[in-house]
């Protein structure tokens, strides 16, 4: 009786191997499809109140700027 291939710890292997790298390729294009449907996830914003008033601070022109 000739053993079966498709019980054989190779085939087992390789199997897996394959399943792996396709659920890897999955994940990899979701990804990539949630990072170009929403860029505005890559916007570097402030992280506290104190950073974000000085970030809108320095944004606008001053107000009273050569009026001295």
Same mark, same amino acid.
């Given at each position: %009786?000739?053993?079966?291939?498709?019980? &054989?710890?190779?085939? #087992? *292997?390789? #199997?897996? #191997?394959?399943?792996?790298?396709?659920? +890897? *390729?999955?994940?990899? +294009? %979701?990804?990539?499809? %949630?990072?170009?449907?929403?860029?505005?996830? *890559? +916007?570097?914003?402030? +992280?506290? &109140?104190? &950073?974000?008033? %000085?970030?809108?601070?320095?944004?606008?022109?001053?107000?009273?700027?050569?009026? &001295?």
């Amino acid at each position: %009786m000739q053993p079966d291939p498709w019980n &054989s710890d190779t085939e #087992r *292997f390789s #199997r897996l #191997r394959a399943s792996f790298w396709i659920l +890897v *390729f999955g994940i990899a +294009v %979701m990804g990539y499809l %949630m990072a170009i449907g929403h860029p505005d996830w *890559f +916007v570097l914003r402030p +992280v506290s &109140s104190a &950073s974000a008033a %000085m970030s809108q601070a320095a944004e606008q022109p001053a107000a009273n700027e050569g009026n &001295s």
